[in-house]
């Protein structure tokens, strides 16, 4: 009876001590699964966090670049329509129009030195800089054979077909680099401020 | 036969009477040049206000100032679509119109003339119309239909008077090497030349019409003024003018 008893109190303690192996079992799985999805959580949010710093980081770079871009835009723009205006009155001679050509071209040229001196040019901002960087190149390309056709004095027989292809170039490279620019500014909210300027 | 004696009064007053007859011939001589002028300018006043009016309608319906060459005019089809960048490539060609583009086997005379011929530099404006008999330079300069047309190859001639009937010629000789000339047709195109060279020959010396291969305008008058013993002749050569505009100019 006694050794019934105690193999009863074997038993039970045995019970109890794979049940408690169990439920300790079932407490540090479950207690590991809150640990892994609270560390879920925690990355989730650090993630969501690093992105927006980022974001605002990228934000801030693009405001401030355009800070700096804007008004050397906008001067190289005012220059060219000022000089555009005066050629749209008559013209009364070839040397008024090489006179207008030439401020033309030290226009591009001015515009092209104040934008690469710019500096800290955000890495979002590369594609739209080498568009505007090859328009710059096309630009004064095209200017200085205009030029040269008008000093030339063989007006009705130069071949102007190198002036006309590089003017197709240039107006395609000065669209594609506004748009580019449009799109990166779009994309961060930004785009009232490309429209505050136009 | 008996011979009539006048008295010596008759004979002053008849004297007075062929004097006053030869004074008021001369006068009128001399103002000639002036009243035509007066009169000229004053129809040249209208017939430019007729020409501008027509113009405008013309454009408003919108008229092509020609025929161009499809292969020419289209630069931006192969590069990209849609309508902003066709608006930007049409601008670089629109104003250079005097060349190649332009198919001259299909116009005729109608398709330039009348047009209006600008010169800023002696303020000239004046409406150039086909022909250069008498007829036709009484009511302004007039082309020299054996000529080529305004903007081909040869030498496109314009003729006009320098010191009657408006005088529209008169200050040409004043034009130096790079002054420009506009000819503008009805339909809207344009011509511009670029003067090169100025040169005195006799009437008889045609060979001066005879062209290139350049694309060359003469506007030709008599000289010296008042007199047509020599022809002025007044050279250009066609130009482009090459826009100046940023694209982005027209399209923000």
């Known amino acids: ?198 | 036969m008996k011979k009539i004696k006048l008295s010596k009064s008759k004979k002053i007053k008849i004297l007075k009477i062929v004097t006053a007859v030869i004074a008021g011939a001369g006068l009128l001589f001399l103002l000639y040049p002036s009243y035509t002028n007066i009169v000229g300018r004053v129809r040249q006043a209208s017939v430019l206000s007729e020409w501008e009016t027509k113009k405008e309608a013309l454009q408003e319906e919108g008229k092509e100032p020609f025929e161009i060459d499809e292969n020419y005019i289209t630069p931006s089809e192969d590069i990209i679509e849609g309508d902003k960048i066709d608006k930007i490539t049409e601008e670089p060609y629109s104003r250079d119109i005097g060349k190649e583009e332009i198919d001259y086997s299909i116009l005729t005379a109608e398709d330039f003339f009348p047009l209006k011929i600008k010169i800023p530099k002696i303020e000239l404006e004046w409406i150039v119309n086909e022909g250069a008999d008498t007829v036709t330079l009484k009511q302004g300069p007039g082309h020299i239909p054996e000529t080529p047309l305004p903007g081909d190859t040869g030498r496109s001639t314009i003729s006009g008077h320098r010191t009657t009937y408006g005088a529209p010629f008169n200050k040409i000789d004043r034009l130096e090497d790079g002054d420009l000339i506009y000819l503008e047709t009805i339909k809207g195109g344009t011509f511009i030349y670029a003067v090169t060279g100025l040169e005195i020959v006799k009437p008889v010396d045609v060979y001066i019409l005879e062209g290139t291969d350049k694309r060359e305008l003469l506007l030709t008058s008599c000289y010296p003024e008042y007199s047509a013993v020599e022809r002025i002749i007044l050279i250009s050569e066609l130009l482009n003018i090459y826009p100046l505009e940023l694209v982005s100019a027209k399209n923000k």
């Open chain 1, 1 to 198: 009876m006694i050794k019934l008893k105690s193999e009863i109190i074997i038993f039970i303690a045995l019970i109890s001590i794979a049940a408690l192996l169990a439920g300790y079992n079932v407490f540090s799985v479950e207690m590991q699964k809150i640990e892994t999805s609270r560390q879920i959580e925690e990355r989730q949010r650090f993630e969501r966090e690093m992105l927006e710093e980022l974001k605002s980081r990228e934000t801030r770079e693009l405001a401030e670049y355009y800070q700096m871009y804007r008004p050397i835009k906008a001067e190289f723009v005012g220059k060219v329509a000022e000089l555009s205006e005066e050629a749209q009155d008559k013209i009364v001679n070839v040397w008024h129009l090489k006179e207008l050509t030439t401020a033309r071209l030290e226009a591009v040229v001015e515009y092209r030195e104040k934008l690469t001196g710019i500096g800290d040019l955000p890495e979002l901002l590369d594609t739209f800089y080498n568009y505007e960087l090859e328009f710059i190149e096309s630009d004064i390309e095209a200017i200085s054979i205009v030029l040269s056709y008008y000093k030339s004095e063989s007006y009705s027989t130069y071949d102007d077909t190198e002036i006309k292809k590089l003017y197709k170039n240039k107006n395609l490279l000065f669209l594609k680099a506004e748009e580019e620019l449009q799109r990166v500014y779009g994309k961060y909210n930004l785009g009232y401020l490309l429209e505050e300027s136009s």
